[in-house]
C-alpha cells in the first residue's frame, strides 16, 4: 500500500487501458472515446513524470507532470462533451494546464501553494465533467457510471486543495503513506476503469444509434427512406380515427433529369438536399415525410384541414423555389397528388390513388398539386 505502488499502478493501469482501446477500438478522430484516449495518456505520462520528479530535476519534471495531468483532465471534459453533443470553448481546455505550468514552476519551491493550486486546478475540471455527465443523466447508466467516478475523485482531490492551502503542516508528501493519499490513488485507480469501461458503453451506444439511423434515414436527404416511412405510415394509418382521416401527399420534383443531365449529378443531389431541409422546415413534427425513391417524396399529414392543406401547399411551392434558387442560382418546382385517406383504407391502396393524383398534376403541366375529394 505505499504510495510509489500505487502511483506505479496508476500508471501502467492508463497504459494498458490505453493500448487496449487502441488495439480493439482504433482512433476515431474527433470521437468522445480518442478524447478519452488522450485522458489516458495524460495521466500515464503525468504520474510517471511524478515519480521521475522523486528521483531527478523535480522542478522541471514536477511542472510538466502537473500540466499533462491537468490536460488529462481536459481532456475528460472534451470526452464527455462529444458523447452528450455539448460544444465547449478550446481555450477553456488549453489555458488551464499552461497556467498552471507556469504559475507552478515559480511557485514549486512553496510546495503548500504549488501543490493548492495544482489539486485546485484538476479538481475545478473534473467537477466540469462531472457536472455535464449528471446533469439530466436521467436513466442513461453510462452516465452515472461515469459521472460518480469523477465526483469522488474531484472530491478527493478537491480536499488535498483544501488541506494543503489551509493546513500545510499537516498536509503529507507527495510519496508520503498517509491515509488522504492511498485513498485518492486507489479511488483514481478505480475512476479510470469505470470511466473506460463507461464510456464504452458510451460509444457502444453511439454505433447503435448510429446504425438505427442508417437503417431508417435517407443518407442523402436526411428524410425516413422507404421501407422505414412505410412503417410508419401504416402504422399510423392503422391507428387514425374516423374524424382524423389523414393526407396522403406525393411529391415529384419537376425535369430532375435534365438538371441531373445538364448540371451534373452533384447539383441533382444538392437539389435533393435542399428538398428534405424545406419537407423538414416546413411540416410539423407529428407529420411523416420520406424520400419514396429518387426524387419521389412521399408525406403523411395528420389533422390536416383543407384551409391548412391549401396554405402549407402554397408555402412548400414557394420555399422550394426560393430555396434552390438562392443557393444554386435556378429555381425548382414540384408536382404533387394530395388525397384524404378513407376509414379502414390500406398504405397501398392511398399510395395508389395518391400516385394518379400526382400523375393527373404532371398532366396538367406540373409545377401544381392535384387534389382528390375531400383535400380541399
Not at 485546485?120 to 443523466?137: E, K, S
Amino acid at each position: 500500500m505505499d504510495v510509489v505502488t500505487l502511483l506505479s499502478a496508476v500508471l501502467v493501469n492508463a497504459l494498458l487501458m490505453l493500448l487496449a482501446l487502441l488495439a480493439n477500438v482504433g482512433v476515431r478522430s474527433r470521437s468522445g472515446l480518442q478524447a478519452w484516449q488522450f485522458m489516458l495518456l495524460g495521466q500515464a505520462a503525468g504520474f510517471g513524470l511524478l515519480i521521475g520528479a522523486t528521483l531527478a530535476w523535480p522542478r522541471a519534471l514536477a511542472t510538466l507532470g502537473v500540466m499533462a495531468l491537468s490536460g488529462s483532465a481536459a481532456a475528460m471534459v472534451l470526452s464527455a462533451s462529444r458523447f452528450l453533443g455539448r460544444p465547449v470553448p478550446s481555450g477553456a481546455l488549453w489555458w488551464p494546464p499552461l497556467l498552471l505550468g507556469a504559475v507552478h514552476v515559480f511557485v514549486f519551491q512553496n510546495q503548500p501553494i504549488a501543490t493548492g493550486l495544482t489539486n485546485l486546478t484538476i479538481a475545478t475540471q473534473v467537477a466540469w465533467a462531472t457536472w455535464m455527465l449528471l446533469q439530466g443523466a436521467g436513466r442513461v447508466r453510462w452516465r452515472w457510471m461515469c459521472g460518480l467516478a469523477a465526483a469522488g475523485n474531484a472530491g478527493l482531490t478537491l480536499a488535498r486543495a483544501i488541506l494543503a492551502l489551509g493546513w500545510p503542516e499537516v498536509y503529507p508528501r507527495f510519496v508520503a503513506p498517509h491515509p488522504l493519499n492511498i485513498a485518492h490513488l486507489m479511488l483514481l485507480n478505480a475512476s479510470l476503469v469505470l470511466g473506460t469501461m463507461g464510456f464504452l458503453l458510451a460509444h457502444r451506444d453511439e454505433a447503435e444509434q448510429a446504425l438505427v439511423r442508417l437503417a431508417s434515414l435517407d443518407t442523402l436527404t436526411g428524410l425516413l427512406n422507404r421501407r422505414e416511412w412505410m412503417t410508419r405510415a401504416g402504422r399510423a394509418l392503422g391507428l387514425a380515427h374516423a374524424g382524423d382521416a389523414p393526407v396522403m401527399l406525393m411529391l415529384d420534383l419537376d425535369h430532375f433529369k435534365r438538371v441531373n443531365d445538364e448540371r451534373g449529378h452533384p447539383v441533382g443531389d444538392e437539389v435533393l438536399k435542399l428538398t428534405g431541409e424545406v419537407l423538414k422546415g416546413e411540416l410539423r413534427a407529428s407529420d411523416l415525410v420520406g424520400r419514396y425513391g429518387g426524387e419521389e417524396f412521399c408525406v403523411v399529414l395528420r389533422q390536416c384541414e383543407p384551409e391548412a392543406f391549401t396554405r402549407l401547399d402554397a408555402r412548400l411551392h414557394q420555399a422550394l423555389r426560393r430555396r434552390c434558387e438562392a443557393s444554386l442560382g435556378f429555381a425548382v418546382d414540384f408536382s404533387a397528388g394530395a388525397v384524404r385517406v378513407k376509414p379502414g383504407e390500406t398504405l397501398a391502396a392511398a399510395i395508389q390513388r395518391a400516385d394518379d393524383a400526382l400523375y393527373r398534376a404532371k398532366a396538367a403541366g406540373r409545377g401544381r398539386t392535384a387534389c382528390d375529394e375531400g383535400v380541399l
